[in-house]
């Protein structure tokens, strides 16, 4: 990644929050130098990078943010700490039926294909947000994965950008 000069103070926190539309200051759809701007930090790639997908941490934040840059925008972002949470303070170790309280009918669940658990989505109700989601993965009870983004990304169940051939 080409160096970002003049960031200014790091934006991500132990208090950020998850949202449909991105992490704090950093949203979906953002460039690369963008979304490093906002975070006031450089991002590492933790993936090769290529033109469609690649994954990256911030170097100054929280541990557990990877965020997926893909056709050179921010369209997925991945929370692996209890930490981090959504606005709504959804996050890792919750349970099912606490986030189906949370969020009630704006939550689509749906089993996992290899029968491990469950996938629950949360569904914008504004129309300028239908095309975001923020996502839930559990265990069966657990909430045990959580990210964020934009389709078709956000539907993406890998932890990793898809293999690109070539």
Do not use: H
């Amino acid at each position: 990644m080409p160096p970002v000069e003049d960031l200014g103070s790091p934006t991500l926190t132990d208090s950020s929050s998850l949202s449909t539309v991105g992490l704090d200051q950093v949203l979906f759809g953002q460039t690369a130098y963008q979304a490093q701007r906002a975070a006031g930090t450089r991002f590492t790639p933790i993936t090769p990078i290529n033109d469609v997908c690649y994954q990256a941490t911030p170097d100054n934040g929280p541990e557990g943010i990877t965020f997926w840059i893909t056709d050179g925008t921010v369209e997925r972002i991945d929370i692996d700490t209890p930490d981090l949470t959504t606005r709504s303070g959804a996050g890792l170790g919750n349970t099912e039926v606490r986030i189906n309280e949370m969020f009630g009918e704006r939550i689509v669940t749906t089993p996992l294909p290899d029968g491990s658990g469950n996938l629950l989505a949360y569904v914008p109700q504004d129309e300028s947000d239908k095309e975001f989601r923020v996502m839930f993965v559990s265990d069966g009870d657990t909430i045990v994965r959580l990210w964020s983004g934009r389709l078709p990304w956000a539907e993406v169940l890998s932890a990793g950008c898809p293999a690109v051939s070539g």
